[in-house]
């Protein structure tokens, strides 16, 4: 019987907890740079058009060198939203909410396609370095949101205790950051009130994150996210 979450239920305006894993589960980010190269292809994939920088790429031929424009790549914008994420040294976690039906899966295709690419080339690898087809939970209740954002902050817990510093999303939560692909307001938008009558005394996303008691892994179901 196939998971759950590889038979993807598709609709448009849906709200997605998608995630993968290496192969194995070995760590698909070694370095800094790996993790900066993943993020500058969620950069390339999810930025206004208007605001990306043209690639320009050197090559050779005959010993003369030309510098010429690199060849685009896809982007989303306007049709996926990147709500959060945090990037693990083995696996990834993304929040997204898709404008059309199909395009989470042309989305995730284009993504994981291209780290493979640098990955293998950068460690002289070959063959497959994802765990299969990503995982997709479509999330339809509010609680249910709510908790998973904060799953997804809390995360990088397990190897650091400065979350801001962590690879995710988090400090575009709570305003250390601003960054024009990333759209923390669908979420950030619970909390305009003084309480959140959902989570009662909770009065901000960071005391959300940083003072909540109850672990939301657990309520989550813990096995969405090992399957």
């Known amino acids: 019987m196939p998971s759950r979450n590889i038979r993807k239920t598709y609709i448009k305006g849906g709200i997605y907890h998608v995630y993968n894993r290496g192969v194995e589960k070995r760590n698909i980010f070694l370095d800094d740079q790996d993790y900066h190269v993943f993020l500058g292809y969620l950069r390339d994939a999810l930025a206004p058009p208007s605001l990306r920088k043209k690639g320009k790429k050197t090559f050779k031929i005959k010993s003369t060198v030309f510098r010429g424009i690199a060849r685009p790549v896809k982007n989303f914008s306007?049709?996926?939203?990147?709500?959060?994420?945090?990037?693990?040294?083995?696996?990834?976690?993304?929040?997204?909410?898709?404008?059309?039906?199909?395009?989470?899966?042309?989305?995730?295709?284009?993504?994981?396609?291209?780290?493979?690419?640098?990955?293998?080339?950068?460690?002289?690898?070959?063959?497959?370095?994802?765990?299969?087809?990503?995982?997709?939970?479509?999330?339809?209740?509010?609680?249910?949101?709510?908790?998973?954002?904060?799953?997804?902050?809390?995360?990088?817990?397990?190897?650091?205790?400065?979350?801001v510093e962590a690879y995710s999303s988090y400090g575009e939560y709570i305003g250390r950051r601003t960054t024009d692909w990333i759209k923390p307001d669908v979420i950030l938008a619970f909390f305009k009130k003084t309480t959140v009558p959902l989570l009662h005394s909770v009065t901000s996303y960071k005391n959300f994150i940083e003072e909540y008691k109850t672990d939301s892994a657990s309520l989550l179901g813990r096995m969405t996210l090992e399957e």
Do not use: W
């Open 78 to 163: 306007g049709r996926i939203e990147l709500l959060a994420y945090c990037l693990m040294p083995n696996h990834f976690h993304l929040l997204i909410r898709q404008k059309d039906e199909r395009t989470m899966k042309e989305f995730m295709q284009s993504i994981a396609t291209r780290y493979s690419m640098y990955f293998n080339k950068k460690r002289k690898r070959v063959g497959s370095l994802f765990q299969g087809i990503y995982k997709a939970v479509l999330v339809t209740e509010e609680p249910y949101l709510l908790h998973l954002s904060r799953y997804i902050h809390t995360n990088p817990e397990e190897y650091t205790a400065n979350l």
